[in-house]
């Protein structure tokens, strides 16, 4: 497996493994000190499994001139409670508190780039790379993950970011149960409130 840094990746794929019948005490976590090029050593069969985003490194492994076979899943479909919001906007309740109309001008002007996004992915890839030149020579990767992803910047018929409160909430729970910090209460992390909705 891909090496994790974070215990709470290791319990995401613990409970997935044990969820398709499998069992975690015969995986091997590999240590985080290590850089590796995902596809290649996959394809060299250094690691049997990683833990990856879809719309970069699943996409880069279908790109790849390794001539593979890769399966890929979603960990979601074998927890639920993994259909957690990534990647998310963060602020604190000060700033919040004191600058609330600057949260809502920021939130605003990023929905208006997502949706930007998500009509015309290519024109935003290039926008993209443009200002990270570097992308420029992963251009096949860039277009083909824009592509992919810009069909998942919201739920069907949803405005771009609005947090479902129970989605949100079923995650909490299994991290609670998981007993690895403090227990986090309800209606607590997200806010719906500076969104024009």
Excluded: C
């Excluded at 719309?55 to 890769?70: C, I, T």
């Excluded at 079923?170 to 209460?185: D, E, S, T």
């Amino acid at each position: 497996m891909r090496p994790f840094a974070y215990s709470t990746e290791q319990a995401i794929i613990r409970d997935t493994i044990n969820a398709d019948g499998g069992d975690y005490n015969q995986v091997t976590i590999v240590p985080n000190d290590m850089i590796f090029d995902p596809v290649k050593d996959l394809a060299d069969q250094k690691y049997d499994g990683i833990f990856v985003y879809h719309h970069w490194e699943g996409l880069m492994a279908r790109l790849s001139d390794e001539n593979e076979d890769y399966h890929f899943y979603y960990v979601k479909d074998y927890v639920p409670e993994f259909d957690y919001y990534t990647p998310v906007l963060a602020a604190n309740t000060h700033f919040l508190g004191e600058h609330g109309d600057v949260a809502r001008r920021f939130l605003k002007a990023t929905r208006k780039g997502f949706m930007f996004a998500e009509r015309f992915p290519e024109a935003a890839a290039q926008i993209l790379m443009r200002y990270v030149p570097d992308r420029r020579l992963q251009e096949s990767l860039v277009l083909a993950s824009q592509s992919e992803i810009s069909q998942h910047y919201r739920m069907p018929n949803s405005l771009w970011g609005v947090i479902d409160k129970s989605r949100w909430e079923k995650f909490y729970v299994w991290l609670n149960r998981q007993k690895m910090g403090k227990m986090i209460p309800n209606d607590i992390g997200f806010t719906n409130r500076y969104l024009d909705i």
